[in-house]
């Protein structure tokens, strides 16, 4: 069974920075694709950030957060983390950490939600004016 553990959503201010994780089942990032979602109090989840791994790894990030936020693996892979930079209140959400069952997803298909099969608790990121 395939684990995702989020950790280190907190409340900053705008224009902080913070960086959440995702821990994995041993090595499932090594092999597959993973996303960062968030959903905001009565909207519906959105992608953020999403990574395919590879010799040249994949990534796409969500025009509201692209040069903010930035993706990044530890050495081995088990983790993956979202800096995020520059934080705005609209980017306050419950951010959900999800993986996929395939080492490739095809870039437009990267952001939908039913790529993905795995789905982490959530970490509540809360900026304020």
């Known amino acids: 069974q395939v684990q995702l553990v989020e950790s280190g959503g907190e409340s900053v201010q705008a224009g902080g920075s913070l960086r959440i994780s995702c821990v994995s089942s041993r090595f499932f990032f090594r092999d597959n694709c993973m996303g960062w979602f968030r959903q905001a109090a009565g909207k519906e989840r959105e992608g953020v950030a999403a990574?395919?791994?590879?010799?040249?790894?994949?990534?796409w990030y969500a025009d509201s957060v692209t040069g903010r936020f930035s993706l990044s693996q530890d050495a081995n892979k088990d983790t993956v983390y979202l800096q995020m930079n520059n934080l705005k209140p609209e980017d306050t959400a419950t951010y959900y950490c999800a993986g996929t069952t395939s080492g490739h997803v095809p870039g437009p298909r990267m952001k939908e939600k039913d790529e993905y099969v795995y789905w982490g608790q959530g970490t509540q990121v809360t900026v304020s004016s």
């Open positions: 990574l395919c791994p590879g010799q040249v790894r994949s990534f």
